[in-house]
Nanobody, 122 residues
Framework: VQLQACGGGLVQAGGSLRLSCAAS????????MGWFRQAPGKGQEFVGA??????YYADSVKDRFIISRETAKNMVYLQMNSLRPEDTAVYYC??????????????????WGQGTEVTVSS
């Protein structure tokens, strides 16, 4: 089982990026898919998740980031708009068979991707 995240890079404040996460090794259609990030010198932070037909977002990214998934392709995306320097971090995708009540708990996820770095310049 593998999760592969990509799409990170350097972008100016106010710009956009779309991260992709490809899952392989099993079907994740029934799994919650989450995005987390870790900024330099900080702990892991929940960004958002999709579970079933519902999406969940951290307050810090709500109305700027959009999560979507293509179940048939085992893909999940994180569209990031109006990026800010404080969004600079390594972004990780994760998958887990978990209740929607725990989508913001990193420890609830079973599978993790390797991370993709996002740098937002001011």
């Amino acid at each position: 089982v593998q999760l592969q995240a990509c799409g990170g890079g350097l972008v100016q404040a106010g710009g956009s990026l779309r991260l992709s996460c490809a899952a392989s090794g099993r079907t994740f259609s029934s799994y919650a898919m989450g995005w987390f990030r870790q900024a330099p010198g900080k702990g892991q932070e929940f960004v958002g998740a999709v579970s079933g037909s519902n999406t969940y977002y951290a307050d810090s990214v709500k109305d700027r980031f959009i999560i979507s998934r293509e179940t048939a392709k085992n893909m999940v995306y994180l569209q990031m708009n109006s990026l800010r320097p404080e969004d600079t971090a390594v972004y990780y995708c994760a998958a887990g068979s978990l209740s929607a009540s725990y989508v913001d708990y990193g420890s609830a996820y079973e599978y993790w991707g390797q991370g993709t770095e996002v740098t937002v310049s001011s």
